[in-house]
Nanobody
Framework: QVHLVESGGGLVQPGGSLRLSCAAS????????MGWFRQAPGKQRELVAT???????NYRDSVKGRFTISRDITENTVSLQMNSLKPEDTAIYYC????????????????WGQGTLVTVSS
């Protein structure tokens, strides 16, 4: 019911910036949490940042002060501004939507986008 499409990945030098965007489409009423996860080669997927529809944000410690998540509730989009990027930020970044109200009494959990690659290298 919900489709997520990311954009904005690419190659950047250490210390540089990138902005990731994700748009949710399909037949649904609302999404409670949208956010970003990442998975580096050989590692488990990890939370980067999430934001609820009532404004609560959550960041992993290693990105605090460097990354900023923002949502447009009416447009069903979420963005991640990434500054001061480090080589260890290299990963595939996935958009996530959770707590989806499809219709009255019909809910979905944990929808994922296809991922966008971020490479931080000189």
């Amino acid at each position: 019911q919900v489709h997520l499409v990311e954009s904005g990945g690419g190659l950047v030098q250490p210390g540089g910036s990138l902005r990731l965007s994700c748009a949710a489409s399909g037949e649904f009423f609302s999404i409670y949490t949208m956010g970003w996860f990442r998975q580096a080669p050989g590692k488990q997927r990890e939370l980067v940042a999430t934001q609820t529809s009532d404004g609560f944000t959550n960041y992993r410690d290693s990105v605090k002060g460097r990354f900023t998540i923002s949502r447009d509730i009416t447009e069903n989009t979420v963005s991640l501004q990434m500054n001061s990027l480090k080589p260890e930020d290299t990963a595939i970044y996935y958009c996530n939507a959770n707590g989806i109200t499809v219709s009255r009494g019909n809910y979905e959990q944990d929808k994922w986008g296809q991922g966008t690659l971020v490479t931080v290298s000189s």
